[in-house]
């Protein structure tokens, strides 16, 4: 197939792709505060950058990252009444940031124009399936907690693969080698004060990727190696800071006492299967997973060269793929010693789709030397086309089932927001509100002034609010 023909047969994808991602945009568009924002964005304004973070480190937990983010986002860059740019923009970012590292690595085996259009198709339907297999896109991508705990360490972690990428031919001496390991090793420190699930995931990947780098042989202790070594040194160093936190032991206090290591693996094991089966069992889900799949698998027959790798590389991605996604689950079901939130599993969605797209890429790269291999991508991208579009329409018919409790909740958010100011601006002692009830599930203030999210709300008008009963 023609590079010109290759252009033409990715477009309808990256177009089925973009408009599903734009309408999940869209619903985020609508996001307002809720619940924990409010009690973030109140310690914030308290006590600043550094002694909200000392605050959080010693009274809660150790992710010093998304404190730090508390502060700049909720209270010095968009504030309480620029929340709903904040999921768009991440969307936006993210795409960007996923083809720019994925024509970055393309470039590397191939310097043809076409990549641009095969890397907007790989990183479409990588970045909807991400979103797609997600078990709880409301709270994974729209709760501003959820959102900067879950999903946007995976835009930086994007951010970061694409500067990998671009900094690797530029190591023409060692005083670059070493300022590129030193900004690695702050990236990843920075990046796994996220969560204690992202820095988890964040350890086990480098480790995989480096020791998978050591076996192949060719590249040890080449810039490559060392630059996965000293980021896995980064992200070992934010899980023991996590760890490490005093408000840990608090925090853990509210729940029920880990049990031993059989248990915990058998809750484990069982929350993954689950994680599986919904995506076996939703239309949406599956067709967004096998598209993305052929998507990897047509371009990489797109390479002539192909890529000389040995035949393991490909089945070992597969159980990357498999054991990283199961990796996420383990410290949430600690901590709850329950299943885990559905939320959480944004980042396990993340390592199955990455993983598995880069084994169909190698897969492709292979099926280049079959007798037909222009019907072979002709087969694939039609397929592949079929699959995304149906995934995208799903994707859409559930904007559309959604979006009405989305505007309805922005609206009564304004008013309430705006009832409790003028309540506050009348120097009232408390204001009755309505029943703050969300699309993402979440609790709302109530008539006891002591239940956690009643606190929230009253620290962060400066006035005592009451919900009704639940």
């Known amino acids: 197939m023609s590079e010109k023909r290759r252009f033409w047969g990715s477009l309808p994808i990256i177009v089925f792709a973009s408009v599903a991602l734009a309408g999940l945009a869209y619903l985020g568009s609508y996001t307002r505060f809720m619940a924990d924002d409010y009690c973030s964005a109140y310690y914030a304004i308290r006590f600043g950058l550094f002694r909200s973070i000392w605050y959080w480190y010693i009274s ?34 993210w795409l960007i940031a996923v083809i720019a590292a994925v024509h970055a690595a393309l470039k590397t ?58 900094a690797l031919p530029r190591l023409k001496s060692g005083w670059a080698l070493v300022c590129t390991c030193v900004a690695a090793f702050v990236l990843t420190f920075a990046n796994g004060g996220f969560s204690e699930t992202y820095a988890v995931f964040q350890l086990f990947m480098l480790v995989f990727l480096t020791g998978l780098l050591w076996l192949v042989g060719e590249g040890r202790m080449n810039a490559t190696f060392k630059l996965l070594a000293v980021a896995a040194l980064g992200a070992l160093l934010s899980l023991i800071v996590i760890v490490a ?13 880990a049990p031993g290591i059989l248990p915990l693996l058998q809750i484990s094991i069982a929350s993954y299967f689950s994680f599986i089966q919904h995506i076996l069992l939703s239309p949406a889900k599956i067709t ?7 998507v990897s698998v047509w371009a990489g027959t797109g390479f002539k060269n192909g890529i000389n790798l040995r035949w393991w590389i490909i089945p070992a991605q597969v159980l990357g793929g498999l054991m990283l996604s199961f990796v996420c689950i383990l410290p949430a079901v600690y901590g709850y010693v329950a299943a885990p939130p559905p939320r959480m599993l944004s980042i396990a969605a993340f390592a199955f789709v990455a993983f598995w797209m880069v084994a169909g890429f190698l897969v492709g790269t292979r099926l280049r030397a079959s007798r037909s291999p222009v019907r072979l991508e002709i087969g694939l991208i039609v397929l592949a086309t079929l699959l995304i579009g149906v995934s995208s329409a799903l994707t859409m018919v559930y904007v559309d089932q959604h979006q009405g409790s989305y505007v309805a909740f922005a609206r009564k958010w304004d008013a309430v927001d705006a009832q409790i100011l003028q309540a506050r ?10 029943a703050m009830s969300n699309w993402a599930a979440l609790d709302r203030p109530n008539d ?23």
């Open 60 to 93: 809660w937990s150790g992710r010093y990252t998304a404190f730090a983010l508390d502060w700049l986002v909720l209270i010095k860059t968009f504030g309480p009444y620029g929340a709903h740019f904040v999921p768009p923009i991440a969307i936006l970012v």
């Open 109 to 166: 085996i191939a310097s043809h124009a076409a990549i641009l259009g095969v890397a907007s198709a790989i990183s479409a339907v990588f970045l909807l399936a991400v979103m797609v297999l997600s078990p709880d896109i409301a709270q994974s991508y729209f709760w501003l907690n959820g959102m900067r705990s879950y999903s946007l360490p995976l835009v930086i972690l994007s951010m970061g693969a694409f500067l990998f990428q671009w």
């Open 245 to 257: 936190a005093p408000g840990n032991a608090i925090r853990k206090a509210s729940f029920p006492p």
């Open 288 to 294: 967004a997973l096998l598209g993305a799949l052929l």
């Open 425 to 434: 601006a009348l120097h009232r002692p408390f204001v009755n509100i309505p």
């Open 448 to 470: 006891n002034p002591k239940f956690w999210a009643t606190v929230c709300y009253s620290d962060y008008y400066r006035i005592q609010v009451y919900g009704p009963p639940h």
